[in-house]
């Protein structure tokens, strides 16, 4: 195994993966560490067991001192933990994402699960509903498209014109527009209510359903950019804008760039502790210095020229620098806590909407669709609490309960996966499960058959965490070294945790951190060719004209019209 | 350089391709000046008839040979052939046409060469008593219609298949009930209403549902597809189909009731659009209607209604200015 690379990536968690993989197919040589014995990082996809030693890793650490940097930061980003029951039998039946995530049908994260080719590896469902939450055992459904607004049996006729006209305001060319001037950072909700004259039920459904806001006071011209994004979406694979990806979503995804930078020669470490990080002076005739990594149980450290890292891991690189430690700067970014469950059932859920009006079991007329929802349970659906609409739960954020089942093949029955971020810094830490506890009930009451004699189960094991969440900023420059003398050493920023935009944050930070990546590389590659590939006669420098390279794919031979 | 050899390749391709089509355009000419010959000929062989269906593959649209093909099965192959294998010749072109449909879905001679083969297929199998049965016209017809709706869930619009679905429903001995038919239009109009063919089906099974149902009943269904239409037009007023549906409900001699009701919902929606052609033409038509079931003394107010929303029409619409005009002229006299 070779020593010197021409990046050193530490971390996998997805922002890492993508970077490393497209660096690695660029032609620069890559090497991938992770302290932990997964692919995945704060992104990773865990069976049961898995899970349950996560939990106690990073609850385990006040307890005693820590065996590295790295877990003490985990340990102050992930507080509160608790567990419910022991893992049940079969824990590799199941795959529980960290970072539960929808992929949107266009946008920069499919772009580059198709361009890097780990579109091939996985497969994928279409997200079949969003409902929210109304009262006990009842659920509505959101209308997103003109199908769903027409058939819809909540809606009056002038909330059914006014909601059209809302959604064509939002699929269209908004920028500059006379109704969204002045309004860009008022509240959304109230933008609704006021500029198109939305119900309050309407607009709530828009607001924390399709635009997938967490609070009220969360503003328009983001929620607006989201749902434009989403409308343009739906339809490219079927009626929903959003696929979820088989055996846990991001989790698994992060596996397959992982195996793209393997495949043409990227170097992956799991599961060894770094001892230090330091910088060496530079080799004759550049500018920039080397990085020494020392790894536990490795003879030879890794060197590089640069070096990519999660923010967990930066602790080692003021640490390990021989610079002032006085330096390090807070990161630039804000933070918020967000409550986590994570909650298998084995039991599936439905969604019974509320009762149809009488003209629609008329026997000649009558549509046949409200009942079959009674009677088949969802698979892939997001459930939203709106805040107030759960007695016990959050009066200023939204919870947003992902439910994957059978279908998404990541557990035999299901998993649900909440996030309810939380208002405001109390003195003491927020205590998860006794916040999340109302919400659990809630959607475990959907476990029973609507109007037959069924009990209303338990789950078989849920975790309950708080996670301090480092939130995007707006400024272009976020990629910027922790330290102010280190060039060539990166953090990945923060990704944005919305279920439906994560991903294409991800995507788009990887793609930020490539380009700089390749900027302060230039001129000095390490080529090493890829398999078939040949080095042009003269040329031993490589241009990198995109992202990632073009697919090798099989040309389809047009042939004979035949039908 | 990772862009390069790529384009130096497909340019190599291209050149290919060009040839191959060359290739091609000899071949296809040649065929047809061959099959025009076997034609003028006379030549009922089934070697023609090959022949035929192998120009049929690139060009579906050449009519005259699937005539050609036609004469050459009615006066060359079916005579010499038993009942069974007529069956079994036309239900394979049956299959034949179905995939020339999928690359050609609105292609009139394929349609027609359908109907053909369906009205040749012979009645039969024999029963074990020796009765003839429409077994196969049976199985032949259930196909088509199973056709008939993916290819409607393909295009939900395509007259064609629509047409070509009432003529299959024509043909079966014991038809299902228009309400199933019903239920089919409702599905079709649910997952996108803005298809003239479904209304129009609607409006074509309605009327024998409510011959069958009587008066009272023909009231409660009318009202519920009001409900219907008017859902769709607030929907997206701009959806002229749900517009032409609502005049057909409507009719040529409404209720003033009903007609004032449906008129003040119509008003709601341009209130709440006010930039909608279609609400205003709507309204002048319906105005005009209600006018003349009013008497003459009360008529002043509705009639300057309808000559402001003609001036508006005139701004909205400019190309059809001068019909609003005329229309407006009309009722001033």
Known sequence: MASHYDVIVIGTGLTESITAAALSKAGFTVAHIDENLYYGGDEASLDLDDLDQWAKKRSAASDKPLSSPYLQAQAEKFVSISAVASPPPHSRQYSVSLLPSLIPSTGPFIASLIASGVSRYGGYKLLERVAIYHSAGLVKNVPGSKEDVFKSKDLSLVEKRRLMRFLLFAAGDFAGSKELQGHEDAPFIDFLRTTFSLSMDVATAITYALAFCSAASDPTLPALTRIHHYLRSSGRYGNSPFLVGHYGGAGEIVQGFCRVSAVVGGVCILARNILSIKQSPPPEGHPQPTYVVELEGFDEPLTSRLIISAPDYTPFLSNGTSQDNTHSSPPPFSSRRVARGVIVIDHPIYFPFLAPPSSDSDPIVGASVSTESMITPVDTAVLVFPPSFLPDGSSTTAAHAFITGAGSMSAPVGIVNISLPLDGAGSSPPDAKAILTPYVNATMALTKRPSSGDVVSDPIFTLFYIQNQLLPSNSENEVTPPLPDLETCFTTPPISPTLSECADSAAMNAEKLFWKAVNALKGHPTHTPGQGEEIPEGQDLVEIESFWPPLETIVDDEGDESW | MH??????????????????????????????????????????????????????????????????????????????????????????????????????????????????????????????????????????????????????????????????????????????????????????????????????????????????????????????????????????????????????????????????????????????????KWCMESLVHYTLLLISLTPETEREEMKSECRRLLAELAGVDPCRKNRYQEISERLGV
Request: aromatic letters at 10%.
């Open chain 2, 3 to 276: 862009g390069v050899k790529r384009t130096r390749q497909s340019r190599e391709a291209e050149e290919a391709r060009k040839l191959k089509e060359q290739a091609k355009l000899k071949d296809y000419l040649l065929l047809t000046e061959d099959l025009l010959s076997r034609k003028k000929k006379k030549d009922w062989s089934k070697e023609a008839f090959d022949l035929a269906t192998k120009l049929l593959h690139s060009n579906p649209e050449f009519y005259t040979i699937w005539n050609y093909r036609r004469n050459i099965l009615i006066n060359g192959i079916f005579p010499s052939s038993s009942v069974e294998e007529i069956n079994s010749i036309l239900s394979s072109d049956l299959s034949l046409t179905t995939s020339a449909l999928k690359a050609h879905p609105k292609v009139y001679w394929i349609w027609n060469h359908r109907r053909w083969c369906l009205e040749n297929v012979p009645p039969g199998p024999s029963s074990p008593t020796g009765e003839q049965t429409q077994g196969w016209r049976q199985k032949n017809w259930e196909r088509e219609m199973y056709v008939v709706e993916r290819m409607l869930d393909a295009d939900a619009r395509n007259f064609h298949a629509w047409n070509y679905r009432r003529y299959i429903l024509s043909l079966f001995p014991t038809p299902p009930p228009p309400t199933q038919e019903l239920k089919y239009t409702t599905h079709k109009i649910e997952s996108n209403f803005s298809n003239f063919s479904a209304w129009h089906q609607r409006s074509k099974i309605l009327p024998l549902i409510w011959e069958k149902e009587g008066k009272e009943r023909e009231e409660e269904m009318r009202e519920l597809e009001f409900d219907l239409v008017r859902n769709a037009l607030y929907t997206d007023p701009n959806d002229q189909s749900a517009w032409l549906y609502h005049r057909w409900l409507i009719g040529p001699h409404p209720d003033p009731i009903l007609l004032t009701r449906e008129i003040t919902s119509i008003q709601e929606l341009l209130s709440e659009q006010p930039d909608s």
